[in-house]
C-alpha cells in the first residue's frame, strides 16, 4: 500500500507520527461508451456552454454560484491562501462507539506508526478498546477540514471520516408517522426467524454474482471471437502506408541503381573512346618519324 496522508495524532503538546493508508478501494468493471462500429471509445470533452467552444485546461479556475445567476471566480492560489488545519488529527473528545451511527462515516483510513511513535500509539489503542470508546477528531484531508473519528480494527487504529451536520439528511416518509397496528405474536415470530438465522459474520459468503456473470458474459465474447479492435482500420492504414513507403523507396533505389548504371557506362564509353584516339594518335606520330 502507498501511504495518502503523513502527519500525528495530537494529544494537546504531545504527538504520536502515523502515514494514513486508505482501508478500501472500489473494484468496479471498467465499463466503457464506445463507438459501435468501430469499438473506439467515446471521449467527453470540456465545453463552455455560453461560447461552445472546448477549454483548454490552463484556462480553467474554480467557479461559486451565487443567487441571481452570477459566478465568483476563484483562482487556485486564492484558494491556497485560504487558512488550513496543519498536518494533525486533533482530538477532540470520546464517545461510546455504540454512540455513533456508522451513517455518519464517510471514507476509512488505515494509520500506521512511525517507528519513534509505535509504543504510545499501541498504549492509545489499547486504551480505546478498553474503554469501549472511539475519539471523535478533526482532520485536513485533501484540502478540506472534516470531522472523523478514530476506531481500533484488528490492533490498528483507523480513521474514519465523518460527514459535517448539515450533510446527513432527515428521513422524512409518510410511514413513519402511521399508526401501524403490529400483533405480538407477529412480532414474536419475527424476532424468532432473525435469531435462527443469525450467525457471524463472514463476507465471503456472499459472492458478487452479478460480476461473476459480467466476467462470464465477457470470456464467452472472448472465447467466440466477438470482438473489436479499435485500432484495426488504423492499423490497416499504417499498413498500406509502410507498403505504399517501402515500394517507393524501392522505386527511387532502382532509379538511383540504373542512374549509376548508366553513368558508369557512359565513363566506360568515353574512356574507350579516349584510349581509341590516343591509339591513333601515336600511330600517325611513328608514321611521320618513320
Same mark, same amino acid.
Given at each position: 500500500?502507498?501511504?495518502?496522508?503523513?502527519? $500525528?495524532?495530537?494529544?494537546?503538546?504531545? &504527538?504520536? *507520527?502515523?502515514?494514513?493508508?486508505?482501508?478500501?478501494?472500489?473494484?468496479?468493471?471498467?465499463?466503457?461508451?464506445?463507438?459501435?462500429?468501430?469499438?473506439?471509445? +467515446?471521449?467527453?470533452?470540456?465545453?463552455?456552454?455560453?461560447?461552445?467552444? /472546448?477549454?483548454?485546461?490552463?484556462?480553467?479556475?474554480?467557479?461559486?454560484?451565487? *443567487?441571481?445567476?452570477?459566478?465568483? @471566480? @476563484?483562482?487556485?492560489?486564492?484558494?491556497?491562501?485560504?487558512?488550513?488545519?496543519?498536518?494533525?488529527?486533533?482530538?477532540?473528545?470520546?464517545?461510546? %462507539? !455504540?454512540?455513533?451511527?456508522?451513517?455518519?462515516?464517510?471514507? !476509512?483510513?488505515?494509520?500506521? *506508526?512511525?517507528?519513534?511513535?509505535?509504543?504510545?500509539?499501541?498504549?492509545?489503542?489499547?486504551?480505546?478498546?478498553?474503554?469501549?470508546?472511539?475519539?471523535?477528531?478533526?482532520?485536513?484531508?485533501?484540502?478540506?477540514?472534516? @470531522?472523523?473519528?478514530?476506531? +481500533?480494527?484488528?490492533?490498528?487504529? %483507523?480513521? /474514519? $471520516?465523518?460527514?459535517? *451536520?448539515?450533510?446527513?439528511? $432527515?428521513?422524512?416518509?409518510?410511514?413513519?408517522?402511521?399508526?401501524?397496528?403490529?400483533?405480538?405474536?407477529? @412480532?414474536?415470530?419475527? +424476532?424468532?426467524?432473525?435469531? /435462527?438465522?443469525?450467525?457471524?459474520?463472514?463476507?465471503?459468503?456472499?459472492?458478487?454474482?452479478?460480476?461473476?456473470?459480467?466476467?462470464?458474459?465477457?470470456? &464467452?465474447?472472448?472465447?467466440? &471471437?466477438?470482438?473489436?479492435?479499435?485500432?484495426?482500420?488504423?492499423?490497416?492504414?499504417?499498413?498500406?502506408?509502410?507498403?505504399?513507403?517501402?515500394?517507393?523507396? &524501392?522505386?527511387?533505389? /532502382?532509379?538511383?541503381?540504373?542512374?549509376?548504371?548508366?553513368?558508369?557506362?557512359?565513363?566506360?564509353?568515353?574512356?574507350?573512346?579516349?584510349?581509341?584516339?590516343?591509339?591513333?594518335?601515336?600511330?600517325?606520330?611513328?608514321?611521320?618519324?618513320?
Amino acid at each position: 500500500m502507498r501511504a495518502v496522508w503523513t502527519g $500525528t495524532i495530537g494529544f494537546g503538546s504531545y &504527538a504520536i *507520527p502515523v502515514k494514513a493508508y486508505s482501508a478500501t478501494e472500489e473494484r468496479e468493471i471498467p465499463l466503457h461508451q464506445v463507438h459501435e462500429s468501430d469499438g473506439g471509445r +467515446v471521449r467527453v470533452k470540456r465545453v463552455c456552454e455560453v461560447d461552445g467552444a /472546448e477549454v483548454p485546461p490552463e484556462e480553467m479556475v474554480h467557479g461559486y454560484p451565487v *443567487p441571481g445567476g452570477d459566478v465568483v @471566480l @476563484l483562482s487556485a492560489h486564492e484558494l491556497a491562501s485560504l487558512p488550513m488545519p496543519g498536518r494533525t488529527i486533533a482530538i477532540r473528545g470520546f464517545a461510546p %462507539v !455504540s454512540d455513533v451511527d456508522p451513517l455518519w462515516f464517510a471514507k !476509512s483510513y488505515y494509520l500506521e *506508526p512511525e517507528p519513534a511513535g509505535t509504543k504510545p500509539y499501541v498504549l492509545f489503542s489499547e486504551a480505546l478498546q478498553q474503554s469501549g470508546r472511539l475519539a471523535l477528531v478533526t482532520v485536513a484531508l485533501r484540502r478540506r477540514e472534516t @470531522l472523523g473519528a478514530l476506531r +481500533v480494527r484488528d490492533q490498528v487504529i %483507523v480513521l /474514519e $471520516t465523518m460527514r459535517w *451536520p448539515d450533510e446527513v439528511r $432527515t428521513p422524512d416518509f409518510p410511514f413513519r408517522h402511521a399508526d401501524v397496528d403490529i400483533r405480538p405474536g407477529e @412480532l414474536r415470530r419475527a +424476532v424468532n426467524l432473525v435469531e /435462527e438465522l443469525t450467525g457471524e459474520f463472514a463476507p465471503g459468503r456472499y459472492p458478487d454474482r452479478y460480476r461473476e456473470a459480467f466476467q462470464a458474459l465477457v470470456q &464467452a465474447k472472448i472465447d467466440g &471471437a466477438e470482438v473489436v479492435q479499435p485500432t484495426a482500420a488504423e492499423q490497416a492504414e499504417g499498413v498500406t502506408r509502410l507498403l505504399a513507403a517501402l515500394q517507393e523507396s &524501392a522505386a527511387e533505389a /532502382e532509379d538511383a541503381r540504373n542512374a549509376a548504371v548508366t553513368k558508369a557506362k557512359a565513363a566506360a564509353s568515353r574512356a574507350a573512346k579516349a584510349r581509341t584516339t590516343a591509339k591513333r594518335a601515336a600511330a600517325r606520330s611513328r608514321s611521320k618519324t618513320s
